[in-house]
């Protein structure tokens, strides 16, 4: 399967826990995007990758959240004490970057913060 | 700001033709996306348009006025599982818009 893959599929934490969640694109895709999806909403952008480089990242991400994209390839996203409206499918895509190109999905990572 | 717009939920019968509607207001245009989204799953992506008219695909067609800041999705020959969410996405410079999807309930 070369599609865009996810890790954990759930997660459940205690309120102030620290997690982080891997997304493997799919190969040769250079660009890379995390959204947060709550019920009932569309997907809300977080931050989005150009290769390593982290190009564009929400206001409404607060200093709890960070990502990373080492080697241009896989990337994490970190939530730091966790809240409990932090509880939310955590999903990841990535296109090629090309004009007219779609990103693809991978399969979510569903956070649960009691 | 960016905005989309469409509607909350729509029911439609088995065999029959359903448009759902998107408006959009956003910074900067480089085409508009309906992707499907079953419940508890990813979005799979349906269609694209950048320039105004229909692109049909199969028992889909996507329509895009730029002008009027206007997109529909039309599924015919509903099936029991075409029910599902479909979300409306402009993508800007270099990021991805996305409408509050619209609930397609396909009853027999």
């Known amino acids: 399967d070369t599609g865009v893959s996810q890790d954990p599929r759930h997660k459940i934490t205690k309120r102030g826990q620290n997690v982080t969640f891997r997304c493997d694109p799919i190969?040769?895709?250079?660009?890379l995007y995390w959204y947060r999806q709550t019920l009932g909403q569309g997907p809300e952008f977080l931050t989005y990758f150009q290769n390593e480089a982290q190009l564009e990242k929400s206001r409404l991400l607060s200093d709890r959240f960070s990502a990373e994209r080492p080697k241009g390839s896989f990337s994490t996203l970190e939530i730091q004490r966790t809240e409990q409206g932090d509880s939310a499918m955590y999903l990841c895509?990535?296109?090629?970057?090309?004009?007219?190109?779609?990103?693809?999905f991978g399969p979510g990572t569903r956070l649960l913060v009691l | 700001g960016q905005n989309i717009d469409q509607p909350t939920e729509m029911t439609a019968t088995e065999g029959a033709i359903v448009q759902i509607n998107c408006t959009y207001q956003?910074?900067?245009?480089?085409?508009l996306f309906w992707y499907q989204q079953h419940a508890g799953e990813a979005p799979t992506f349906l269609s694209y348009?950048?320039?105004?008219g229909l692109e049909e695909k199969g028992r889909f067609s996507s329509f895009l006025s730029r002008s009027k800041g206007y997109s529909y999705l039309l599924l015919k020959e509903l099936q029991m599982k075409d029910s599902a969410s479909y979300l409306c996405?402009?993508?800007?410079?270099?990021?991805?818009?996305f409408g509050s999807g619209t609930k397609l309930n396909v009853k027999p």
């Open positions: 956003t910074s900067g245009f480089n085409g």
């Open positions: 996405a402009v993508r800007g410079f270099n990021k991805f818009y």
């Open positions: 348009n950048v320039l105004d």
């Open positions: 190969s040769e895709h250079n660009r």
């Open positions: 895509a990535s296109s090629p970057g090309l004009a007219g190109e779609t990103q693809y």
